[in-house]
C-alpha cells in the first residue's frame, strides 16, 4: 500500500527566505504527483503537477523536482512571502485496486514571519 | 477558469437530519471524489464515481451514500447526520490518469 510522508510537519521561516519541503512515497509505480495549498478552512489550490515522466516544474516563485526511483519529491519555494503561510499537501496519483488511488501526505504546516 | 463548486461553505444541521452537499465541475471530468479531512486524520475518500450512476466506496463509505445522474454533478448524502459526522467536506474531480485533480472550496459542515 502507497504511503506518503511529509517532512517537516511545520515550518516557520523569517520573510525573504528561501525553502524546500519534503515529500516521500513508498511505491515508484505512479502515474503523478501533485502539490497542493491549502489556506485555514478552505479547499485544495493545486500548485504543480508532475508528471511520472518528469523530473521537475515550475510556476513562479515555486519549482518541484521528482525523484521516482527513490521515492522523494520537494517543494522549492523562493523568496518567501507572508502570502505563502499555508499548509502544503503533496498526493501521489498511482494504480490501485479499482480505478483509483490518490494517497496523501499529512502535509506541512508553513509559517513565513514578515 | 475551470471550477469545482460546492453548494454551501458551511452548514449546520440537527442529528437525524438528511444532508445533501452538491458538487459540479465544469471541467467535463470522467471522475469525481468526495473526502472528508479532519485534524490528525487528513483527507479520507468517501465515494468516489468514474461514470455517470456508477459508484464505487472508499476507505469511509459508512453512514454516507452518493448520487451521479449527470456526468457534471456529484452529490453527497448523509442519511441520518450524526454529529461524529461533523467535519470539512472536499468534493473533487480529475479527467483519468495523469490528469491531476482539482478540488473545490469545502464545506464545513457541523451536526448538532
Known amino acids: 500500500k502507497q504511503e506518503v510522508t511529509q517532512i517537516p510537519a511545520a515550518l516557520s521561516v523569517p520573510e525573504g527566505e528561501n525553502l524546500v519541503l519534503n515529500c516521500s512515497f513508498t511505491d515508484s509505480a505512479i502515474y503523478n504527483l501533485q502539490w497542493f495549498r491549502q489556506d485555514p478552512g478552505k479547499g485544495l489550490t493545486s500548485l504543480l503537477l508532475i508528471q511520472s515522466s518528469q523530473r521537475e516544474q515550475t510556476s513562479g516563485r515555486l519549482n518541484a523536482s521528482l525523484d521516482k526511483s527513490s521515492g522523494r519529491s520537494t517543494l522549492y519555494i523562493a523568496a518567501s512571502q507572508p502570502g505563502d503561510s499555508a499548509t502544503y499537501l503533496c498526493?501521489?496519483?498511482?494504480?490501485?485496486?479499482?480505478?483509483?488511488?490518490?494517497?496523501f501526505g499529512k502535509g506541512t504546516k508553513l509559517s513565513v514571519i514578515p | 477558469d475551470v471550477k469545482v463548486t460546492q453548494s454551501s461553505r458551511y452548514l449546520v444541521k440537527r442529528t437525524g437530519e438528511k444532508v445533501f452537499l452538491e458538487c459540479v465541475q465544469d471541467?467535463?471530468?470522467?471522475?469525481m471524489f468526495w473526502y472528508r479531512q479532519d485534524p490528525g486524520l487528513g483527507l479520507r475518500l468517501i465515494y468516489f464515481?468514474?461514470?455517470?450512476?456508477?459508484?464505487e466506496k472508499g476507505d469511509i463509505p459508512e453512514g454516507y451514500s452518493v448520487s451521479r445522474e449527470k456526468k457534471e454533478r456529484f452529490s453527497l448524502i448523509l442519511e441520518s447526520a450524526s454529529t461524529n459526522q461533523t467535519s470539512m467536506y472536499l468534493c473533487?474531480?480529475?479527467?483519468?490518469?495523469?490528469?491531476?485533480?482539482?478540488f473545490g472550496s469545502g464545506t464545513r459542515l457541523t451536526v448538532v
Open positions: 498526493a501521489v496519483d498511482a494504480p490501485g485496486a479499482g480505478s483509483y488511488q490518490l494517497t
Open positions: 473533487a474531480s480529475s479527467s483519468g490518469q495523469g490528469g491531476g485533480y482539482t
Open positions: 471541467m467535463d471530468h470522467e471522475n
Open positions: 464515481s468514474y461514470d455517470v450512476k456508477m459508484k
